[in-house]
């Protein structure tokens, strides 16, 4: 097969990624996610797992190291199965937090700290560029098996080859990485395209099986039966080995920085990660079922030196089965390009967040920072952090010359990667994890690791000189980078994940317990291993007046209500607005600063403002919540100032509750003289009268009797006021019981109409009724809304002074809840009078016509309120209007 | 003789009722306001020989009227007898510190009405 017709199928095929990329993107934007958000998608990006090391290698691994290939699929199989509620936690956290890569995890669990950004983004880097570069050397080694002798020899022609790849692929990675960039990273064009890759490796792959044992083995008895006689499946690693090996890919599954990409940046929802709990430990399972096939049938029918690295490809060309070794070919390619497009947004992420902004807004210190001008250095950074990612996986392809064995590249970044994980496991569950700490022991961890494991792959001659392995550098036979401290006859890879991560935890663990968080690491560190009870549903939050808003209520707790309110009200005015929420300008900030650390100390002050203006890493919930902390922090540092301020506080309180009490005394003899002006009122007349009548004073007899029901009149209307207010004391007390059942409307307002039909002086009331809306069902004591609709149609009657009086009561319904509104054609109530009339005996005209002793409204506000409703006055109604609310409705059934 | 006159201020219909019919069968002329504004133009137009107050009137109170009262020369020294309903000892230290005649608590008998004001016009 020609090299040309090769390289028209590659760019066909990058040409259709794109297009699925493009595709996904477009509909994304349309917010139309459907499948592309589906866990089928989410389950096959995690497949990027599998690289061309898998791809490839792990045929060759088993040719070489029999059933110890299987260690690289269990540590993750294990992970997802049982470390369920690990991933589950991190995923969680990665949304509440908007963590944007590994390193962002760890800097921002120990206070925001950009030491440590750094330092896991360069190890991450370090890491990562081995991989790559083996990506692209197996890629170009797969164009080469293709290409035939033609290409082989022409060492030139390879790195020429490896060059374009690296070129390609940044470029796609570029276009597709770099599209946006929200808060979330999430990349739908790129995801989807990942997962169109991970069916065309597995595909492949199982093809290439099926091929290899029906065909090439002669059917699966007598494959089955090579494979006995092979050495291949027994293991041939002892325990230290193979268990060091599981826990490694397993660590490595957690901290790669392409693997936390897609698995908690790019997860758009945590019940996904139980599909893929057990989908993708199957996809696993069906990567590597014909691994053991492929390898004991290769090593049979190919000569003698055939690299078993390529035995998936060269197997089918053997048998010249082109379309099936060129699906095989795209199967691998997949397997590298997906790999390298995913660790390279995943590193660009990183270097431009960690390393290219923070120099950059260190290099224009004080110059205001426009949003978009950031955007713009954002997105730039990360172009040239993708190019730089490759170029640099380009030269380690370059230096080291392209190594034969895939698989120990990839256990030598397995091991720097896994550095993260005392760090990150601690962050997550261990409140007292500090930044020091976790600093403390990366860089103890990596520079093992770069000692034991790291400068050792470039070989004996490469970077080191041999004494140094024989000898230890300087003579120092206690350093030699494969027997540290004089451990001898270890595996180097168990040797090296053994010292690297045993030192890196104890480290961890130590200055950890050593040292004191600063309060955002206390903060970060509570909303991290409190993730799941502060962050049920917490919604993000942006914008200046909600930023504004959150100040408030954060300086409300730290300095009181009203002293907050009084600071961000002068705020406001002083920038000619009304209100509290004044503009955040920085020197505002400032002054809120000064105000704050008064209370908590200046580094809480500084660190809370700098968390709500921040904006990404903890939601005001979870500061709402920390606050405790605060409070803990004010202790430490101003035991003294606390208790003065509490003795204030106590003060203020005492205050406060001696004026409720002359108010509430002032209010009580207000209302006895009410109740005495009331009650002797009527008295005075029947004292009067009846002594004239005792008296027998000569009188007409129609003077008699009109005397005579004066004293009824007065004496009903006596026992009405009592009724009253019996009837106010027991609600008010609630000592009301209810009786609930099922009403419409209709039937209730029917009642009260009914029994407010006397005719009195003046002309007579029409009453508009809303029929349709009176059907509305409602579940209420019918006799005590009956009684307010009777006190409103009475008002009405007795104070709505148009010529030809009219009601209309109108049924509404607002916010699920239904309203009458009775609504007359009179002059309504002034505006002054309107905040009163509820109370007891604000009676607005004189008395005559009132009739009643002024408590009608305040009975019905407080039948309303029993009844889980409330009434209001209705202003600008014309008339006089109020406004009866009842409960929210019940289910329908009723 | 013209018969001597009471200027009655109260709204409540049947107090007023019942005033009218003591006093009256007692051989006085008893003219009513239920407004404190009129009743004050009535009594600067021709000054009665008493004036019986209520203190809780719509618009201005009881203790207003007697302060204008008292304030103006012309019946700086006319009777004046003051009827509440609120029988508290502030009521009346407030009522006696402007200057009234005499303060009664509703309800009241009829004949300490009668007596009170012959008393005070006596």
């Known amino acids: 097969m020609s090299f040309d017709v090769l390289v028209t199928l590659c760019l066909a095929y990058v040409l259709l990624l794109f297009a699925v990329a493009f595709w996904a993107d477009k509909r994304a934007a349309r917010g139309r996610m459907g499948w592309i958000r589906s866990p089928a998608v989410y389950t096959l990006s995690l497949s990027i797992y599998c690289t061309a090391w898998t791809f490839y290698g792990a045929v060759g691994y088993a040719a070489r190291s029999g059933m110890e290939f299987v260690t690289i699929y269990l540590g993750p199989t294990l992970v997802m199965v049982g470390w369920w509620t690990v991933l589950r936690r991190l995923v969680r956290i990665g949304r509440i937090q908007r963590i944007t890569s590994v390193a962002d995890l760890i800097s921002s669990r120990y206070g925001k700290s950009n030491l440590l950004g750094v330092l896991v983004t360069v190890l991450a880097v370090v890491g990562t560029t081995p991989y790559i570069a083996l990506q692209l050397q197996s890629v170009t080694l797969s164009f080469d098996v293709f290409a035939g002798g033609g290409v082989r020899a022409d060492g030139d022609s390879l790195t020429q080859t490896a060059l374009f790849i690296a070129g390609g692929l940044a470029i796609f990675t570029i276009v597709f990485g770099t599209r946006n960039l929200d808060a979330n990273e999430r990349h739908h064009g790129v995801v989807t395209a990942i997962a169109v890759e991970a069916v065309v490796k597995l595909v492949a792959l199982l093809a290439v099986g099926i091929f290899v044992v029906f065909v090439a083995g002669g059917g699966a008895g007598a494959t089955l039966e090579a494979i006995d006689a092979s050495e291949i499946s027994e293991w041939h690693a002892g325990p230290a080995r193979w268990m060091t090996m599981i826990f490694l890919s397993g660590a490595a599954f957690l901290c790669l920085p392409r693997m936390f990409q897609v698995m908690v940046v790019e997860n758009s929802d945590e019940r996904h990660l139980a599909i893929a709990s057990w989908a993708f430990p199957l996809y696993l399972f069906l990567m590597s079922l014909f691994v053991v096939p492929i390898a004991v049938v290769g090593l049979d029918v190919l000569p003698e030196g055939a690299n078993p690295d390529l035995f998936v490809l060269t197997i089918p060309l053997a048998y010249d089965r082109d379309a099936l070794a060129m699906l095989a070919f795209l199967g691998g390619f997949s397997s590298a390009t997906s790999m390298v497009i995913v660790a390279a947004i995943a590193l660009s992420t990183m270097v431009s967040n960690h390393i290219v902004m923070p120099i950059w807004l260190n290099a224009r210190k004080g110059g205001a920072t426009v949003s978009g001008d950031v955007r713009t250095v954002v997105i730039q950074a990360r172009r040239l952090s993708i190019a730089g990612v490759l170029a640099l996986g380009y030269l380690y392809y370059v230096f080291s010359g392209g190594g034969t064995a895939l698989a120990a590249i990839g256990l030598i970044s397995f091991t720097g990667l896994a550095q993260v994980l005392p760090a990150m496991l601690g962050g997550i569950f261990w409140r007292g994890a500090t930044r020091a700490g976790a600093a403390a022991g990366l860089s103890a961890g990596f520079a093992i690791w770069l000692w034991t494991s790291f400068l050792p792959s470039f070989g004996e001659a490469g970077l080191l000189s041999a004494s140094v392995f024989t000898d230890g550098p300087f003579g120092l036979s206690l350093l030699r980078p494969q027997a540290l401290f004089g451990i001898e006859g270890l595996d180097p890879v168990v040797h090296s994940v053994l010292w690297s991560l045993l030192v890196n935890a104890v480290i961890f663990c130590l200055v950890s317990v050593l040292t004191f968080p600063t309060p955002v690491e206390r903060l970060q560190g509570a909303a991290f291993v409190n993730v799941f009870r502060y962050s049920e549903g917490a919604p993000g939050w942006t914008g200046s007046a909600v930023e504004a808003e959150d100040l408030l209520m954060m300086s409300q707790r730290l300095l009181g209500t009203a002293e907050a309110q009084l600071l961000f009200e002068g705020e406001a005015a002083g920038q000619g607005k009304s209100g509290y929420i004044p503009d955040v300008t920085p020197a505002f900030l400032e002054k809120l600063e000064r105000k704050l650390a008064g209370s908590v100390g200046a580094a809480t002050a500084h660190a809370m403002l700098l968390q709500i203006t921040g904006g990404v890493s903890v939601t005001v919930e979870d500061l709402m919540k920390v606050a405790d902390e605060a409070q803990q922090i004010l202790e430490y540092s101003s035991q003294l100032e606390a208790k003065s301020q509490e003795l204030g506080r106590t003060a203020r309180q005492l205050k406060e509750a001696n004026d409720k009490l002359v108010a509430l005394s002032v209010q009580k003899d207000g209302f006895l003289s009410q109740i005495s002006h009331e009650l002797r009122t009527p008295m005075t007349s029947i004292r009067s009268f009846s002594e004239i009548l005792m008296h027998g004073e000569t009188m007409t007899p129609e003077e008699r009797q009109r005397y005579s029901s004066i004293i009824h009149d007065e004496t009903i209307r ?11 004391s027991v609600l ?52 005590r809304l009956a009684q307010v609709f009777i006190n409103l149609i009475a008002n009405a009657q007795k104070y709505c002074d148009a010529d030809a009086p009219r009601l209309r009561i109108v049924v509404r319904e607002r916010q699920g809840r239904p309203v009458v509104d009775f609504m007359d054609n009179g002059s309504g109530i002034p505006q002054k009078a309107q905040a009163v009339i509820f109370e007891k005996f604000a009676r607005v005209s004189d008395h005559r016509a009132a009739g009643g002793a002024g408590l009608g409204l305040a009975i019905c506000r407080e039948v309303m309120h029993r009844l889980g409703g ?18 929210r409705r019940q289910a329908e059934a009723a | 003789m013209t018969a001597r006159r009471v200027l009655l201020i109260e709204d409540e219909p049947n107090i007023i009722e019942a005033i009218r019919f003591i006093l009256s ?98």
């Open chain 1, 718 to 728: 006596l026992t009405r006021l009592l009724d009253d207010l019996l009837d106010l």
């Open chain 1, 732 to 783: 008010e007390n609630g000592q009301v019981t209810l009786n609930e059942a099922d009403w419409t409307l209709e039937a209730i307002l029917d009642r009260a109409v009914a029994a407010t039909e006397r005719a009195g002086p003046g002309p007579a009331m029409t009453i508009d009724r809303d029929r349709a809306g009176e059907r509305t069902r409602i579940r209420t004591d019918g006799d």
């Open chain 1, 870 to 887: 409330g009434i209001a006055y209705l202003p600008g109604q014309g008339g006089a209007a109020f406004r009866v609310t009842l409960p």
């Open chain 2, 25 to 122: 069968r007692d051989g006085w002329r008893v003219d009513t306001h239920s407004d404190g504004e009129t009743a004050l133009a009535a009594i600067r137009t021709r000054a009665p020989d008493l004036v019986i107050l209520d203190v809780m009137l719509p618009n201005r109170s009881g203790y207003d009227i007697l302060h204008d009262l008292r304030r103006d020369a012309a019946t700086k020294a006319l009777p004046v007898l003051m009827l509440t309903a609120r029988g508290q000892k502030k009521d009346r230290d407030l009522a006696e510190k402007l200057g009234v005649s005499r303060f009664m608590t509703k309800p009241f008998s009829n004949s300490e009405i009668l007596s009170t004001v012959r008393e005070l016009v006596g």
